[in-house]
């Protein structure tokens, strides 16, 4: 079973910074994409980043710039350092692991941590 366990999630202040964590149980090598979502009250959970087992990332148009996601393959871990958050980055950050292989897609969810950012 596929464990994913996330960490950094809090309280902030607009302007400010906070890092996500996520590990896996898993080798994040292969075909395989982990990424941040992010689902606000009343909203639909949206892609915030993406990296693949070649290190390419994908980022929404909301946190370009912002937002950089990168992968520490040795220990199986996923970070997202956000800067200059703001109101709107408010929601619950889910991580997602994708495996592909001849069967399609199967997806891996942790158990979301809060981001709060307010004055």
């Known amino acids: 079973q596929v464990q994913l366990v996330e960490s950094g999630g809090g309280l902030v202040q607009p302007g400010g910074s906070l890092r996500l964590s996520c590990a896996a149980s898993?080798?994040?090598?292969?075909?395989?994409?982990m990424g941040w979502y992010r689902q606000a009250p009343g909203k639909q959970r949206d892609m915030v980043a993406t990296?693949?087992?070649?290190?390419?990332?994908n980022y929404s148009d909301s946190v370009k710039g912002r937002f950089t996601i990168s992968a520490d393959n040795a220990k199986n871990t996923v970070y997202m350092q956000m800067n200059s958050l703001k109101p709107e980055d408010t929601a619950v950050y889910y991580c997602?692991?994708?495996?592909?292989?001849?069967?399609?897609?199967?997806?891996?969810w942790g158990q979301g941590t809060q981001v709060t950012v307010s004055s």
């Open positions: 990296i693949n087992g070649g290190g390419n990332t």
């Open positions: 898993i080798s994040l090598s292969g075909v395989r994409v």
């Open positions: 997602n692991l994708a495996i592909f292989g001849m069967w399609g897609r199967n997806d891996y």
